[in-house]
Each structure stands twice: as C-alpha cells, then as structure tokens.
C-alpha cells in the first residue's frame, strides 16, 4: 500500500518534504509519480521519476526550479522537496507507484495526472500567512 507523509501548513516562501513509501515494502523497482488536487480544481501532475535511472525526472511548470524528486533510504522512500512555497501551491498531494509506463506517461506531458498506478490516500499541504 502506497503512503504519503510530510504534508502540513507552512507560510509563503516556505519549505516542506513529503515522503512516498510502500507499507512493507520498496519503490526500488517502481517509476513514482507525484500529483495534486486543489479544491474544485482537476488533480494534476508535479513531479516523476524513472524506475530505471533516478536521475530521470521530470516536472510540471508550474513546480519547476522549485521542487525536486528524488530516491532516498536505498530507493525504498520517494521524496518531493519543495521550495519557495505559494499559495497556489496548496493542495492535497498524492503518490503514485507503477511500472515504468507511469514515468513515459508523466514525462510527456508533466502537468498532467495519469491513470495508472497504484495510489495513496493524499496528504494536505497547505500554505497560508
């Protein structure tokens, strides 16, 4: 079971790392996908990355220069660090794991969700003066 962890309220300009792990077992062989959802709003795509070289990511515009993905804890943790955090930034933030078709999905087009994977139940991100 995927699960997300990290999320909380921070003011402008702020700074928070979410974490995405399996219940019981590894990402290590998985492509991670981060996603959001504002209220009222689509669910929408942050960040990827490749399950066959963590140096392969990827990145919404709307995210870019700001937050970075990455491999942690011997690739059993995925982390989404985020930087200079806005308002509009806030959201509920989900992962999602899958074979390496969610990685070629995301990269194409990065601002968008995908329709594979498995998913964790989110995690509130707030940011707020």
């Known amino acids: 079971q995927v699960v997300e962890s990290g999320g909380g309220m921070v003011q402008p300009g702020g700074s928070l790392t979410l974490s995405c792990a399996v219940s019981?077992?590894?990402?290590?062989?998985?492509?991670v996908g981060w996603f959001r959802q504002a209220p009222g709003k689509e669910r929408e795509g942050v960040s990827c990355?490749?399950?066959?070289?963590?140096?392969?990511?990827a990145y919404a515009n709307a995210v870019k220069g700001r937050f970075t993905i990455s491999r942690v804890n011997a690739n059993n943790t995925v982390h989404l660090q985020m930087h200079s955090l806005k308002p509009e930034d806030t959201a509920v933030y989900y992962c999602?794991?899958?074979?390496?078709?969610?990685?070629?999905?995301?990269?194409?087009?990065?601002?968008?969700?995908?329709?594979?994977?498995?998913w964790g139940p989110g995690t509130q991100v707030t940011v707020s003066s």
């Open positions: 999602a794991a899958h074979s390496e078709l969610l990685f070629r999905l995301c990269r194409t087009r990065p601002d968008s969700s995908v329709r594979v994977g498995s």
């Open positions: 019981g077992g590894s990402l290590r062989h998985y492509a």
């Open positions: 990355i490749s399950s066959m070289d963590a140096e392969e990511t």
